[in-house]
């Protein structure tokens, strides 16, 4: 190349910044025109919301799973379908669920931690810790907090990483994402793999593949245990070619690829898969 | 109302650099003026504090950075991908356009946080401390970060194959989280 990269890379922002389109004759006109569409959507979606909720109560009423003061008792109630359990009402699982110390210590170092990219957990923010231990190669922490991002507070769900056996104040934050109710993890180099981590409410059935059978071309399946599974993935060039299924009470939650970060050529955070075995202090 | 008319002021005078930029934050000119669009309803909505306490292009900037960060970790990768589908151009050292293609495309596979960091420092022209102020981490954040991210893109643009769908990264089926801080330790 006969440019630095860092040159070519100036020059190739400034030529694709200069393909978005003209700018309009009256952006003033088209922001408030956006704005008030986004706001009347806003309000029907509010209003859905509200709509839905005293249609529910009406016919939970009606149908006599809500009693009324002296309403008629007798009448048959119809069994709603089972709720799916929230994720963050589940117990915290992993190898360190039972690690009083070590979890105290996690919640006091993500309290007011300085981080990155805008992104703050807020002073005083309730933190569920969902998931914490160890998978191959890395110790894995999945919490719940409150935090600001982007000028707006919201509850977000956050991967936190560290050598094995790290201690709390040695996790990192790895990424961040709206809660949901089953949470997907591959990680992996093409030298030292890595592992592929689900966590679903407790009382799910997790099944994860991570690869086909040569001779029959089907699908090898490991199950989970408690909502949780935990593989460890092969050295491989590219990111084995995942699948998860998770099911609860006869209803498929998540039937998908997990979420994936997998290197070539070099290990995450620039290192060997980590171990910190001088660091294990259980707090 | 003057409130009203500064904010005008500003939009009417910004609009086309905001897109610019979250042009090459998305790498999707539709997403990228949803980008702006939501950017500027926040600042609509803060816009007597913006004013008196911070620069609005400085505000503006922080909001749209980290609105692209969070909305590219949500989305899948997938759609990404779609959008390098199409033919891509044979790698030819000599051919000024296919050369900047590819520096695109490869900044395109970056985790979004790290795509950021280049985007701010190669194109806003800001000092890494700048960059640090703008994605609220550490200047030692932003200096791992602008050289990963480089490293990255040499280590693509030197395989010899172009950066679309050929590099693992680029396989529709995945999707990809990205770590956005190596910065939490206290």
């Given at each position: 190349m006969s440019l630095d990269l860092e040159e070519q890379l100036r020059q190739s922002l400034s030529r694709q910044a200069d393909t978005?389109?003209?700018?309009?004759?009256?952006p003033w006109g088209e922001f408030t025109a956006d704005e008030r569409r986004h706001r009347t959507a806003r309000r029907i979606a509010r209003g859905a919301v509200g709509a839905v909720a005293v249609a529910g109560l009406v016919a939970a009423i009606g149908t006599g799973v809500i009693a009324l003061p002296?309403?008629?008792?007798a009448t048959t109630s119809v069994t709603p379908a089972a709720p799916v359990p929230a994720?963050?009402?589940s117990p915290t699982r992993g190898?360190?669920?039972?690690n009083k110390t070590w979890l105290k210590g996690l919640r006091t170092a993500l309290t007011g931690a300085p981080t990155c990219c805008g992104f703050q957990v807020v002073e005083h923010s309730p933190i569920t810790i969902v998931f914490a231990g160890d998978v191959p190669g890395r110790r894995l922490a999945l919490v719940t907090v409150l935090a600001q991002q982007g000028g707006t507070t919201q509850t977000q769900m956050l991967w936190l990483g560290g050598p094995v056996h790290a201690t709390p104040s040695r996790m990192t934050l790895m990424s961040t994402f709206d809660p949901g109710n089953v949470v997907t993890r591959m990680e992996g180099t093409e030298q030292d793999g890595g592992y592929l981590v689900v966590v679903a409410p407790d009382q799910a059935t997790v099944q994860t593949s991570l690869g086909t059978d040569r001779g029959t071309g089907q699908r090898i399946w490991t199950p989970g245990k408690d909502g949780i599974a935990i593989v460890a993935a092969p050295p491989s060039p590219s990111a084995p070619a995942a699948k998860v299924v998770v099911t609860l009470h006869g209803r498929t939650l998540f039937s998908d690829e997990p979420t994936s970060e997998w290197l070539s050529g070099s290990t995450p955070k620039g290192s060997a898969v980590p171990t910190d075995h001088a660091s294990e202090t259980n707090g | 109302m003057a409130d009203d008319d500064a904010f005008r002021e500003f939009v009417t005078a910004r609009w086309g650099a905001l897109v610019r930029t979250a042009f090459l934050l998305t790498g999707d000119h539709g997403q990228a003026e949803d980008l702006v669009q939501a950017t500027l309803e926040r600042m609509h909505r803060h816009w007597r504090r913006v004013e008196r306490k911070d620069s609005p292009d400085g505000y503006a900037r922080k909001v749209m950075t980290n609105l692209a960060i969070s909305n590219a970790r949500r989305r899948r990768f997938r759609e990404i991908s779609l959008v390098f589908a199409p033919e891509t151009p044979s790698r030819?050292?000599?051919h000024p356009i296919a050369e900047r293609d590819e520096v695109w495309q490869a900044l395109r596979l970056l985790p979004p946080g790290v795509r950021a960091v280049l985007v701010l420092r190669?194109?806003?022209?800001?000092s890494e401390a700048e960059v640090a102020r703008v994605l609220g981490c550490g200047i030692g954040t932003v200096k791992s970060q602008n050289s990963r991210g480089l490293e990255r893109m040499r280590g693509l643009l030197d395989s010899?194959?172009?950066?679309?769908?050929?590099?693992p990264l680029a396989r529709p089926e995945k999707k990809l989280h990205t770590p956005i801080t190596e910065g939490m330790h206290r």
């Open positions: 978005t389109r003209q700018m309009p004759t009256d002296g309403g008629n008792t994720l963050v009402d190898s360190l669920a039972q | 030819d050292a000599t190669y194109f806003e022209d800001l010899g194959d172009p950066p679309a769908r050929s590099h």
